[in-house]
């Protein structure tokens, strides 16, 4: 079975701190992506890599970046954290070299900004 | 960009009943997919589909992807208490067809509750 993890699933950080969420995956997975969830809003991609040190925008990239050093791990940086950064965030991977590979998520980092 | 209409999006219903929901959207997938998210868990992957018209079963589950390419249901058939939760639809269109990584469209979810 496919297993990422995130490294934490709650956390509480103050206005202005900079954040990281960590994302492993055990597959050798070429794909891996960054979501929040947000209720009502569903869930919107942030960021995501199809390869090592490669990184492209999603649909909501402001105030985030990512890094991606390894193939099996993707983190998630919050500069500089904000409240309306408050939320449920998601990592995914999938297989690069299939037409249609589904996602596989984590359990999630429920982020909290105080 | 592409949408996905996921309806209904609550569903209140009895132990034992059976649950369909479904997806549509104005564009064509070449994949689609269900999820189900429990409280506090990201979300699990339950059917994937293919090809167009394909019906595939998953236990109490049966998921269907429309001919059209547009549309997708998930059926679940006598209900259990750990049912509950929220269902998302995905609509994938590939690298290939020009997709990209992020081809990938979510339904807003359908929030299943069943009463005892």
């Known amino acids: 079975d496919v297993k990422v993890t995130q490294s934490s699933r709650y956390l509480v950080k103050r206005t202005g701190e900079k954040v990281f969420l960590e994302c492993v995956q055990d597959m050798d997975h070429e794909n891996m992506f960054w979501y929040r969830q947000d209720p009502g809003l569903g869930l919107r991609l942030i960021y995501f890599?199809?390869?090592?040190?490669?990184?492209e925008k999603g649909d909501i990239p402001e105030g985030y970046s990512v890094s991606r050093e390894k193939k099996e791990r993707f983190s998630l940086i919050l500069e500089s954290a904000s409240t309306n950064q408050t939320s449920m965030y998601l990592c995914?991977?999938?297989?690069?070299?299939?037409?249609?590979?589904?996602?596989?998520f984590g359990n999630g980092t429920r982020l909290t900004v105080t | 960009g592409q949408q996905l209409n996921q309806s209904p999006q609550s569903m209140f219903i009895q132990e034992g009943e059976d649950v369909s929901m479904n997806c549509t959207s104005s564009s064509i997938f070449n994949t689609w997919l269900w999820y189900k998210q429990d409280p506090g868990e990201g979300p699990v992957l339950l059917i994937a589909l293919y090809k167009a018209g394909e019906l595939t079963s998953n236990g109490r589950l049966t998921a269907q992807f429309g001919i059209t390419r547009k549309d997708s249901f998930l059926n679940i058939s006598a209900s259990i208490p750990s049912d509950v939760g929220i269902y998302f639809c995905a609509g994938q269109l590939g690298w290939y067809s020009g997709g990209g990584a992020d081809g990938l469209t979510f339904g807003k979810g359908t929030h299943l509750i069943i009463q005892p």
């Open positions: 890599s199809y390869d090592v040190k490669m990184k």
């Open positions: 995914a991977s999938s297989l690069g070299d299939r037409e249609n590979s589904p996602l596989h």
